[in-house]
Antibody, heavy 122, light 107 residues
């Protein structure tokens, strides 16, 4: 069974940093592109970043302006999102999400984690 | 960036109704479009991929159509469990973009 379990969310002050993690199991992690998608309270879905299976291709939402870094450790079946210079507008549930097709870069998402809430507030 | 515009933003329908949600892309995305359903407090669930392919396990009352810039999600006979918010997403190119969502309420 495919499982994606996020951790690392919580409260943080504006300007602070936080590192989210996603533990993957039930599939061959190293052959799938992974995404982070976020959802602000009461708002829609927003794609944050993608990293290809071997980490060679990375893409970010323009709005992040270099503040976030996506990475992965295929030996540990783990995905991460380092978030720096956090702002109130980064407050959201952050989902770890798997692309549906092995070795593909941009495809639909077929599995999502349960999400982890990041709250940026003074 | 490719903008994706959904309509309507909300709708209310009765059990048994046929419901259609549309999604328009700002430029051609071929058939690289997915539809998701999200219920309150839960992660989204994939319904349709490549514009018209039904995800395994999804009831056949859900169908997708369209290509290029105009797409639609149709529920042929609305069921009580179909409430929630529906999103389209284009994955033709980065940045990946979602529609703003359609909130579906069962009367």
């Amino acid at each position: 069974e495919v499982q994606l379990v996020e951790s690392g969310g919580g409260p943080v002050k504006p300007g602070g940093s936080l590192r989210l993690s996603c533990a993957a199991s039930g599939f061959t992690f190293r052959t799938y592109t992974m995404n982070w998608v976020r959802q602000a309270p009461g708002k829609g879905l927003e794609w944050v970043a993608s990293i290809s299976s071997e980490g060679r291709y990375i893409s970010y939402a323009d709005s992040l302006k270099g503040r976030f870094t996506i990475s992965r450790d295929n030996a540990k079946n783990s995905l991460s999102l380092q978030m720096n210079s956090l702002r109130a507008e980064d407050t959201a549930v952050y989902y770890c999400a798997r692309v549906a097709v092995e070795m593909a870069i941009n495809r639909e998402v077929d599995y999502w984690g349960q999400g982890t809430l990041v709250t940026v507030s003074a | 960036d490719i903008q994706v515009t959904q309509s309507p933003s909300a709708l209310s329908a009765s059990v048994g109704d046929r419901v259609t949600i549309t999604c328009r892309a700002s430029q051609s995305i071929s058939n690289w479009l997915a539809w998701y359903q999200q219920k309150p407090g839960k992660a989204p669930k994939l319904l349709i991929y490549k514009a018209s392919s039904l995800e395994s396990g999804v009831p056949s009352r859900f169908s997708g159509s369209g290509s290029g810039t105009e797409f639609a999600l149709t529920i042929s006979s609305l069921q009580p469990d179909d409430f929630g918010t529906y999103y389209c997403q284009q994955y033709d190119r980065f940045p990946l973009t979602f529609g703003q969502g359609t909130r579906l309420e069962i009367k």
